[in-house]
């Protein structure tokens, strides 16, 4: 029996996955930011994580890299209502699955088969796109995925509108290294304000 974690940052969701997936897997934790990710994914070591895109702290696909970098065998199975291909692929060669939230409630249990069995598992809802998007050298968003990994938590934490003391707190790192980052990225990427840095995150979904 497969032991899955689910990390999403809806309750109706994660009761939802967990009522789905019971039957046939062994739910061993529910998260619901991608911080409380890492550490759950570190001290549980799940065979699958259910996961969303979109979380609080930190991004799943951010959340996604970490994970496979700390234990390479722990299958991704993101399921999100994004639609956007870009997104789907980016998350595909980090994971295993990749689910729509209006997906058939089925799907989320092939998946997670799939993913056990060494194989991948795209929605039909968007598979086409995907596809384009996987042979495309560099498909969408190239800015985002130049970034380096702390930058891109300093960056989402920013634009969750934490303050550079807060962020600081979070990262374990000192303001003024959370103030080297903010104004790197900026200049990296022509940005001249913080409010235009804020909508550069939520336009490449590092926010929602």
Same mark, same amino acid.
């Given at each position: 029996? *497969?032991?899955?974690?689910?990390? =999403?940052? !809806?309750?109706? $969701?994660?009761?939802?996955? +967990?009522?789905?997936?019971?039957? *046939?897997?062994?739910?061993? %934790?529910?998260? /619901?930011? &991608? ?9 549980? +070591?799940? =065979?699958? $994580? ?9 991004? %799943?696909l951010d959340a996604g890299y970490a994970i496979k970098k700390m234990d390479p065998s722990i299958k991704l199975v993101y399921v999100t209502a994004y639609e956007d291909p870009d997104i789907a692929a980016q998350a595909i060669r980090i994971g295993s699955g990749y689910l729509l939230k209006r997906s058939a409630g089925a799907e989320l249990l092939i998946a997670?088969?799939?993913? @056990?069995?060494?194989? /991948? ?7 086409? &796109?995907?596809?384009?998007?996987? @042979?495309?050298?560099? %498909? %969408?968003?190239? *800015? ?16 969750? &509108?934490? /303050? ?7 990262? =374990? ?16 990427? &022509?940005? +001249?304000? *913080? ?8 336009? !490449?979904?590092?926010? !929602?």
């Amino acid at each position: 029996m *497969s032991r899955v974690l689910i990390a =999403d940052d !809806h309750n109706l $969701i994660v009761d939802a996955f +967990r009522k789905l997936l019971e039957p *046939s897997c062994e739910v061993v %934790g529910t998260v /619901s930011d &991608g911080r409380a990710l890492l550490t759950a994914a570190r001290d549980l +070591r799940p =065979d699958v $994580i259910v996961l969303d895109v979109a979380m609080p702290l930190l991004n %799943g696909l951010d959340a996604g890299y970490a994970i496979k970098k700390m234990d390479p065998s722990i299958k991704l199975v993101y399921v999100t209502a994004y639609e956007d291909p870009d997104i789907a692929a980016q998350a595909i060669r980090i994971g295993s699955g990749y689910l729509l939230k209006r997906s058939a409630g089925a799907e989320l249990l092939i998946a997670v088969r799939e993913a @056990t069995m060494q194989r /991948s598992y795209v929605t039909p809802l968007i598979t086409d &796109g995907v596809v384009r998007a996987l @042979t495309q050298e560099g %498909g %969408g968003g190239g *800015s985002a995925e130049e970034l380096t990994f702390r930058q891109r938590e300093v960056l989402q934490l920013l634009a969750e &509108g934490k /303050s550079m003391k807060e962020v600081a707190t979070i990262l =374990d790192i000192t303001p003024a290294t959370v103030a080297f980052h903010k104004y790197r990225m900026m200049d990296q990427l &022509g940005i +001249r304000t *913080s409010a235009e840095l804020v909508k550069f995150a939520v336009q !490449h979904h590092l926010v !929602h």
